[in-house]
Each structure stands twice: as structure tokens, then as C-alpha cells.
């Protein structure tokens, strides 16, 4: 995402429109359909993550360790992780999370980030809250990297 002030609300989007905002493969019970749960990413490398509210503690697969230059399964907090955002992407990223627990509202946005590895790139967040006993207490979706050319 471009940095836009104020952010424009229609990075986020109600929870009924989700199957629509996980097209590449819509999450149930962290379960992506089979296409992607095969491993047939080719270069998008699409990767699921959740952070629990509670406790802020991330939970990445194998391609979001890749995505932030990381080795598979390091240890990573929370801060550690939005440190690596770039800081206009982590102002919206903030701001849009809040949002979604908040209202109860799924995002999607373009951050540019600066992986422990390699160069700067940008990729796409998709997010959804979980909600548990009419509270938010969780977040989980997609990473994937996506060209320049194609950004939101």
C-alpha cells in the first residue's frame, strides 16, 4: 500500500465478504484448500500465520519464515516481526489491526518490509480476526509476496 492519510477504509473489509479476500484459499480451522495445502505455490510462496491476542505470540508456517528472511521456525516476538515493516507499512498495519479487533473486521494491505535477509520487498497481509465468546482473540491469514506492478 502506498502511504495514504488517513488510511482509506477500504483496506478492511466485514467478515461475510472473507471468501472473496481469501480467494488464493480461504481459511476454515487453518485449513487452505488443496491446492495450496499441497505445496502448488509456485514462485507466490503463500504463507499462513496467526498471532493469539492474548499473549501476542506468532504462530508462521514454513513461507512467512521465508518471506521475512528467517530461518524456519526461529524464535520471533511480535515487535520483532512489526519491526521489519517498513515504517509507513507499519503505521497502516498498525492502524488496520486495531481496526479489525476493534470492529471485528477483516484487512488486506501492501507492506514493504526489510527482511533479516535480502532485500527490501513487498508483500500482501490478508487478515481476519477469530472470534471466541463474543470477543476477538485472535488474528490469522495470509502472507504472500507480491510484484511492485501488482500492489494495492
Given amino acids: 500500500m502506498r502511504q495514504l492519510y488517513p488510511l482509506p477504509i477500504h483496506h478492511s473489509w466485514p467478515l461475510y465478504e472473507r471468501e ?71 503505521a497502516a498495519m498498525e492502524k488496520l489491526r486495531a481496526y479489525a479487533i476493534r470492529h471485528r473486521r477483516g484487512f488486506t494491505l501492501d507492506a514493504e518490509i526489510r527482511p533479516m535477509q535480502g532485500e527490501r520487498r513487498w508483500m500482501r497481509l490478508i487478515a481476519e480476526p477469530v472470534c471466541a465468546g463474543g470477543a476477538v482473540v485472535r488474528l490469522r491469514g495470509l502472507k504472500f509476496l507480491v510484484p511492485a506492478e501488482t500492489q494495492l
Avoid: K
Fill in 20 to 90: 472473496r479476500h481469501f480467494a488464493l484459499g480461504q481459511l476454515l480451522d487453518y485449513s487452505l484448500d488443496a491446492e495450496i495445502a499441497t505445496g502448488s505455490r509456485g514462485a507466490h510462496r503463500i504463507g499462513e500465520w496467526s498471532c493469539e491476542l492474548a499473549d501476542n505470540r506468532l504462530s508462521w508456517s514454513s513461507e512467512v519464515y521465508h518471506i521475512f528472511g528467517l530461518p524456519d521456525g526461529a524464535p520471533i516476538s511480535r515487535d520483532e516481526a512489526a519491526g521489519m515493516y517498513c515504517e509507513g507499512s507499519r
